[in-house]
Each structure stands twice: as C-alpha cells, then as structure tokens.
C-alpha cells in the first residue's frame, strides 16, 4: 500500500516546471511510475484531472488512433484557469484534427521533405562553421546555451522562413517568451506577462510579413503560407498566422535544447565524446541518441473522444491524456540501459522524441540535420572541453532543456 500511494505522489512531476530543472530526480520518478503505475491517474489542484502515459508502446498506441485521441482544443497542459471559456487565438497544426489538419498540413510538407531539406545542407553546414567559429572567437570560454545552441537553429529557420536578418533577435526573445513562460528568468516579465501577449506580438508581426508577401512573393516559405489556398480559398490571416507561429516557434528552441542537452550528455559520458571525436561517422546515428536522451518536448495532450481501452483503464470520452515523451524515451522494454547515453544504440532512432502518426513532427529531417552538422564542425575542432560549473535547466514542463552551460575548451 505505501508504494502505491508514493507513487501516486509522484504524477506532480508532469507538471511542475521545478521538477524538470532536476532531470535526474525527474526521470528517477518516472521510472518509478512506469514500473508501477505506467498510465497513472493525476489530480492536481489547478489542473483538470488527467492520465500521465509512460510507457512507449501506450504512447505509440495512442498516437495511431488520432480519431480516439484527438489534438483540439487544448493540446499541451493548461492550467484550468488558463483553460476555461477560451479558444485558442491563434490555431496551429498542433490543435487541428482530421480532414482540417490534413488540408493545413499539406501546405507546408513539400517543403520539409528529405529532398527539399537536403538543398539546405551546404547553407546549414555553413552556419554551423559560423557559430563554431565565432566559439571560437570568445577566447575560450562561453555559455554554449546562450552564445550559441540557441542561434543557430534560429537562424537556419528564419531564413528558411526568409525574414530579416534585424528580426533574428526579436523573433529569439517572443519565442522564448512562449515556451519558457513557467520559468521566472525567461517569461515575460511587467504588465503584460500573459501568454497572450507574446502571441499577439507575434501575429502582428507576421500580419505585416504576410500582407508583404501577397504583394511581393519570393520563394521562400514565408510566400508559400502568404499565397496558398484550401478548396480554391485564400487561408484567413488567423489561419495563416498558425503556419507562421508554428514554425518560427517549433523550429528552433526545440532544436536548440536537443543541441545543447546532448552537449552535457557527452560532457557526463566523457567515453561518448572520445568515441564519437575518433569516428566522426558515428555522429549521424548519435544525432538520435542525442534526441532521446534530451526529449527536448516533454509531452503532448490529447482528448479522448470514445471508450478505449488499453491495459487495465478504459478511458472515456472528454478525458486528458498525458503523452509522457520523455519517459518513453527511458523505456527499458525498448531502450537497453537507458539512461546511459549510448552513440551506438541501434534503434536509438526508435525514440518519440518527434511524436508518431499524424502530427509526427514535420521539422524532423531539418532538425537531425542541423543537430549533425553543429556536432560534426564542433567534435571536429575541439582539443578539449571542460565544464566551468555545474549546467542549469529550463523550469518548463513542455518544451525544455539546459538554461546554461558554462564551458572552457580549445579548439582548432
Ligand atoms: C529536435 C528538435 C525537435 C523536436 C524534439 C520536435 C518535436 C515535435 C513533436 C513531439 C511534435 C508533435 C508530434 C506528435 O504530436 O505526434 C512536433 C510537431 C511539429 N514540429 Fe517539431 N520538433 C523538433 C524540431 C522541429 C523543427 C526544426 C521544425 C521546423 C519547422 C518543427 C516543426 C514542427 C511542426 C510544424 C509540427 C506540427 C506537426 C503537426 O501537428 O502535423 N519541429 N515536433
């Protein structure tokens, strides 16, 4: 009986920013969970009831039945407050369901496809000596979180989406603003530090992108969102402002937790890093290993739209289910060892880390590919390396990894 009741104690951990600035502590519990109450109950004051799902095969199970399980309304944690009587204001492929999020996704998968993404190597590998370079240049020593994880990826997506070089900084601190907002060093502070504001700031900047681009179309993606039509109608502004959102968002602070969490992987697998200097080919497959252990996008909700079964509940329409990424990226019934990082790891690209089915994340060829590049320009260069202090962690529980990493190295 006490087991059971710890861990019933435990499912705070899903939502409590604090607990995922401890990663340790954090996936300590959530094995126990997945040991012993792998779709686990959670009230919390504050938060609608919902199940926390651990195990990778639950998640993957719900994921191929999007019909059952759907994204809309409100697919990541929320407090009530936050929740009631309110529709999102702007509408992303993340809250669309069915033929709706089909029709919108369509817009934008040509451009992600492997093909379209292998055009962009020689301008991704080219950032990548840019930012190893100007590492380089700070004599050293450097905050790799802050001086560079967090501006490459952001500038391989902006100019994907083809906006302005000014912007770059602007663009960096409303997306921040947006996912780090549970964590006080990041969210918005002042006035006007609802998360509406931040997204108000942003639909008004791409309002005036897009009106831009009807006029003046380019070939970059920005015009693609700007022009395209669904059943021969122009999308509406919130529509178009969801695809721009989306991908500004999406495309960069997730990438640079996966950068800069596998960074301290390799600093704390030290055998790793010697490994993958001495076989630089390795870093292709090592660019997943890193994406599972860091699961920089902790989770997903979903709303259950019919009974369904799986394992010993039955859950019924209308309930909140947590799709636990980061603890079915430490499944032990698919991951030997996991919470070793391992660059050999032969279905390290088996990870959920990306989500499944539907909404499989769309910026996962381009992702892999930047994380591959920087790794490739950095563990090539690098005569040493050494952490100056211990690395802080984002308080976030949806997208989150290290706030800051104070490194000396040597490069060449
Ligand atoms: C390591 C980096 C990244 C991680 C861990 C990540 C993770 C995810 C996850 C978990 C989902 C939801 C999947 C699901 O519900 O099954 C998602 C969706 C999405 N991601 Fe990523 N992502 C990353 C990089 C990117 C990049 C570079 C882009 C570029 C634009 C991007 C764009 C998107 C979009 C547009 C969606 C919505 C897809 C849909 O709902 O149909 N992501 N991502």
């Not at 407090?79 to 492929?93: F, I, M, Y």
């Not at 905050?143 to 900084?169: R, T």
């Not at 549970?182 to 009106?211: C, H």
């Not at 070939?219 to 999308?235: C, E, G, H, R, T």
């Amino acid at each position: 009986m006490p087991v059971t009741t710890a861990v019933e104690n435990l499912g705070s951990i899903f939502a409590d920013p604090a607990a995922y600035a401890d990663p340790i502590g954090w996936h300590a519990a959530a094995k126990q969970i997945r040991d012993q109450s792998p779709i686990l109950k959670v009230a919390l004051e504050g938060y609608e009831e919902f199940w926390a799902i651990t195990k990778h095969a639950d998640v993957m199970e719900i994921e191929r039945n999007p019909e059952i399980f759907t994204n809309g309304a409100v697919p990541v944690l929320a407090l009530l407050a936050d929740v009631a009587g309110s529709e999102a204001p702007v509408k992303t492929l993340i809250q669309m369901d069915g033929a709706q999020h089909r029709s919108h996704r369509g817009i934008v998968n040509e451009w992600f496809k492997p093909r379209n993404v292998k055009a962009m190597q020689s301008r991704i590998d080219e950032l990548a000596t840019h930012y190893v370079d100007q590492m380089a240049s700070l004599g050293g020593q450097c905050d790799f979180v802050n001086d560079v994880a967090l501006h490459f990826p952001l500038k391989v997506i902006l100019s994907i989406l083809g906006l302005p070089e000014e912007d770059y900084a602007r663009m960096l601190k409303l997306t921040q603003e947006l996912f780090g907002a549970e964590d006080p060093d990041i969210a918005r502070m002042g006035e006007d530090q609802s998360i509406l504001n931040v997204l108000l700031d942003l639909v008004s900047y791409f309002t005036d992108l897009a009106a831009e681009r009807r006029i003046h179309p380019t070939d970059d993606l920005s015009s693609v969102i700007a022009n395209a039509q669904i059943d021969d109608q122009p999308l509406t502004d919130m529509d178009m402002l969801g695809h721009y959102v989306i991908i500004a968002t999406a495309g960069h602070d997730t990438t640079s937790n996966a950068i800069a969490g596998g960074l301290v992987a390799l600093l704390e697998y030290r055998d790793q890093l010697e490994l993958l200097q001495a076989q630089p080919e390795l870093i292709d497959r090592a660019a997943d290993e890193f994406i599972r252990f860091v699961s920089p996008v902790k989770h997903f909700m979903r709303t259950c739209q019919a009974p369904f079964t799986l394992r010993d509940v039955t859950f019924q329409p209308g309930d909140s289910l947590y799709l636990s990424y980061a603890s079915a990226n430490r499944d032990d019934e698919v991951f030997p060892d996991p919470m070793r990082l391992d660059v050999l790891r032969e279905n390290a690209a088996s990870h959920l880390a990306f989500g499944f089915g539907q909404h499989f994340c769309l910026g996962a060829h381009l992702a892999r590919m930047e994380i591959r590049a920087l790794f490739r320009e950095l563990l090539g260069r690098l005569d040493h390396i050494e952490l100056v202090s211990e690395p802080t962690w984002i308080r976030s529980y949806f997208v989150q990894g290290p706030k800051s990493i104070p490194i000396r190295y040597q490069l060449h």
